[in-house]
C-alpha cells in the first residue's frame, strides 16, 4: 500500500498522453499548450517533431521519477523504508533548491545531495533494464559515450540509455524565447515522432513488467530460504 501511494502513474501518463493524442489528430496547438503546462515553460514555437522528442525525453525522467525508482528502493531497502525516503528527499530537494533565500541555501544543498545519493543506484538499475527490454548494443553504447555531455549526470543517463534502447535521437539544440538551448544529442536512429512516442510508452511499460516479476522472484526466494 505505500509502495502505490509512493508511485505516480498519474504524473507519468496524463500529459504524455494527451500530447501524443494531439499530434495523432494533427493539433500541435494544444500540444504545445499540454507540453507548456508539464514542463512550466513557453513551448509556442516548437515544431512537431520537438514536441514529440521533449514528450519523450520528460517521459523517460517522469518515468523514473515517479514510477520506477520508488519501486527499485522498495526492493532495495527494508520494508516502505526506501519509497517513502525516496518521495520525501525528492519533495524537499524540489522546494528547497528552488529557493533563493539565503536562509534556504544550507537545506537546498544539504536536500540535493541526499536526493543524488539515494537516486544513484536506482538510476543505473532503471538505465541497465532500458537496455535489457530494449535495443541493448545501442542502449549500452549510448549511455557509456553520449551521458556525460549532460549536464545533469542523472538525467544524461536516463536519457542516454533510454534513447539507444528506442532508436530515437533525443536532446539536440532548441529554440526557446529568442535564444538557442544548446543541448547535446543523444541517441541514434529516427527523428522523434508520434509513433515513436508511442514506443516509449511501451518501453516504460516493459521495464516495469521486468521490475515487477524481477521483484516477485526475490520475494519468492526469500520466503523459500525462510
Keep these: 500500500l505505500v509502495l502505490y501511494a509512493t508511485m505516480g502513474f498519474r504524473q507519468f501518463s496524463h500529459h504524455f498522453e494527451a500530447i501524443a493524442d494531439a499530434l495523432r489528430a494533427d493539433d500541435p496547438d494544444s500540444a504545445r499548450r499540454e507540453l507548456s503546462d508539464w514542463l512550466q515553460r513557453n513551448t509556442d514555437r516548437l515544431k512537431t517533431e520537438e514536441i514529440a522528442r521533449l514528450s519523450i525525453e520528460q517521459g523517460i525522467l517522469?518515468?523514473?521519477?515517479?514510477?520506477?525508482?520508488?519501486?527499485?528502493?522498495?526492493?532495495?531497502?527494508?520494508?516502505?523504508?526506501?519509497?517513502?525516503?525516496?518521495?520525501?528527499?525528492?519533495?524537499?530537494?524540489?522546494?528547497?533548491?528552488r529557493r533563493e533565500n539565503i536562509e534556504f541555501g544550507a537545506f537546498g544543498r544539504f536536500a540535493r545531495r541526499m536526493y543524488?545519493?539515494?537516486?544513484?543506484?536506482?538510476?543505473?538499475?532503471t538505465a541497465a533494464t532500458f537496455a535489457?527490454?530494449?535495443?541493448?548494443?545501442?542502449?549500452?553504447?549510448?549511455?557509456?559515450?553520449?551521458?556525460?555531455?549532460?549536464p545533469e549526470q542523472a538525467a544524461g543517463i536516463l536519457l542516454a540509455s533510454g534513447a539507444g534502447a528506442l532508436g530515437v535521437k533525443l536532446g539536440a539544440p532548441l529554440f526557446e524565447l529568442g535564444e538557442v538551448a544548446d543541448r547535446p544529442e543523444l541517441g541514434m536512429g529516427n527523428d522523434a515522432d508520434v509513433d515513436l512516442m508511442q514506443s516509449a510508452i511501451g518501453l516504460v511499460w516493459?521495464?516495469?513488467v521486468f521490475c515487477l516479476i524481477l521483484l516477485g522472484l526475490l520475494t519468492l526466494a526469500g520466503y523459500i530460504g525462510n
Excluded: N
Design 132 to 150: 535489457i527490454v530494449g535495443d541493448f548494443e545501442d542502449a549500452v553504447h549510448c549511455w557509456r559515450t553520449q551521458a556525460a555531455k549532460w
Design 116 to 125: 543524488e545519493w539515494l537516486d544513484w543506484v536506482p538510476v543505473r538499475m
Design 62 to 97: 517522469a518515468a523514473h521519477r515517479h514510477v520506477l525508482a520508488p519501486l527499485a528502493l522498495f526492493a532495495l531497502l527494508p520494508g516502505p523504508t526506501g519509497p517513502l525516503l525516496y518521495r520525501l528527499t525528492e519533495r524537499l530537494s524540489w522546494s528547497w533548491a
Design 206 to 208: 516493459r521495464t516495469l
